[in-house]
């Protein structure tokens, strides 16, 4: 189990106004899978002033199989990763723009938090930022957003007679598998790979500017992602967060070997033929979407008839027991 708060409060509210309660849950990770595009959008274009490489990102993010696949699904995942992209564009805001968003960065990044436990590498990545350049504010975030997100816990576990830590962190606590571990390597590279020569290609030039605050956080999120992927029972969402940063990060690359303008040129430079691995990327991502839609329609269609079958012993209420042998 997961600290979802948040999506059972939107499910609950949209079930009230009538709609199924799958539905609701697939709304709800839809229209987050749809923020998550806008905000690929907004942070590229706030830390590049390119409209190219901003709709670029978001081409990719709408391109990649995990975030189709994912957001499309009742589960917490699309709306965490939303919420912690939401923190990092307002932290983003005032690294860059000076604007007073520090407040609303740590507010996303609770709300991220109690979505889903894990979403540590966003918080974390900010107080890093921000710990080179101003300590004191570092420190003021840091301690500010960990003292509210601890009271908030253990008053929620005082209320719940415990249960609460029991059923978000000890019953989560599951075996670690090396296997595991190498099934979600082989994805990332699988799927990600062509993005991550791109960005091996130029990391050095974004390094440079502003724009090494989204290498800071891919870095963060991609140890969150080492350090929780390899338990038993864990699945391909564990690489969301670090999917999505790898797709900025490769839109920030392009902007600084200045890839639209030699494409655009036809310039003989080596910079052009970056648009080889960024087609794979599409094609790969494109076939699992394609895979997993066929996978779904046919599990979907079984699962049908199975609730079909059991309407008729369901119709008189009252609890049931069922088993499979």
Known sequence: MRIHADTYLLEAGLYKLGLPAYTAGRLISFGAMLGIFALSWQIVLLYTRDRYCAWMAALLAASSGLLLSWGTVAQVDTLAAMFALA???????????????????????????FTKQTMLACPAAIFALLWFHRRRTALQFGIGLTAVATVLVLAINAAS????????????????????????????????????????????????????????Y???????????????????????EFTILLILSVSLVLH?????????????????????????????????TLRDVITRVVTEKVVGSEIEAMRPLLAGGGRVLSGRL
């Open 87 to 113: 923190a990092f564009y307002q932290y983003s805001r005032y690294a860059i723009a000076g604007e007073t968003t520090l407040i609303w960065a740590a507010a996303f990044a609770l709300l991220a938090f």
């Open 161 to 216: 007679s415990g249960r609460f830590l029991a059923s978000t962190v000890v019953a989560n606590m599951n075996a670690h598998s090396w296997e595991k571990m190498l099934q979600h390597l082989r994805f990332a590279v699988l799927s990600g790979g062509p993005l991550m020569l791109v960005a091996a290609a130029g990391v050095r030039r974004v390094m440079r500017g502003a724009g090494r605050a989204l290498f800071v």
């Open 218 to 240: 891919l870095g963060f999120a991609f140890t969150v992602f080492v350090l929780i992927a390899s338990k038993v029972g864990s699945d391909l969402n564990y690489q969301i």
């Open 256 to 288: 600084a070997l200045n890839f639209f303008r030699a494409s655009f040129d036809r310039a003989r430079t080596w910079v052009t033929l970056l648009q080889l691995p960024l087609a794979v990327f599409l094609v790969v991502n494109y076939t699992i």
